[in-house]
């Protein structure tokens, strides 16, 4: 079975930085795409950004000019890099990748911008 183990979620003061880490347990070349979501509570779960094997990118609007979506091949992980962070951006964080038409989750990473 896939398996995504995300790291990094915490706690972060507004304006500040993070970055998540998703690690996979299969090559990111097995993925046709794969990418980040964040769902609050009461809200419904929104795309982030996301990668495709090629290497394009696609971000959400919230996440436009502030965050980052990359991949180590090498290391068979997935990032994004949080910048300037607001308490808006408090979610739960998951990791999403797509194989063969079927669809993987990794068991989501809280972050919370607060001060």
């Known amino acids: 079975q896939v398996q995504l183990v995300e790291s990094g979620g915490g706690l972060v003061q507004p304006g500040g930085s993070l970055r998540l880490s998703c690690a996979a347990s299969l090559p990111l070349y097995k993925f046709s795409a794969m990418a980040w979501y964040r769902q609050a509570p009461g809200k419904e779960r929104a795309l982030v950004a996301q990668v495709t094997i090629a290497g394009t990118t696609n971000y959400g609007d919230s996440a436009k000019g502030r965050f980052t979506i990359s991949r180590d091949n090498a290391k068979n992980t997935l990032y994004l890099d949080m910048s300037r962070l607001d308490p808006d951006d408090t979610a739960v964080y998951s990791c999403?990748?797509?194989?063969?038409?079927?669809?993987?989750w990794g068991q989501g990473s809280q972050v919370t911008v607060s001060s």
């Open positions: 999403y990748a797509n194989r063969n038409g079927r669809e993987y």
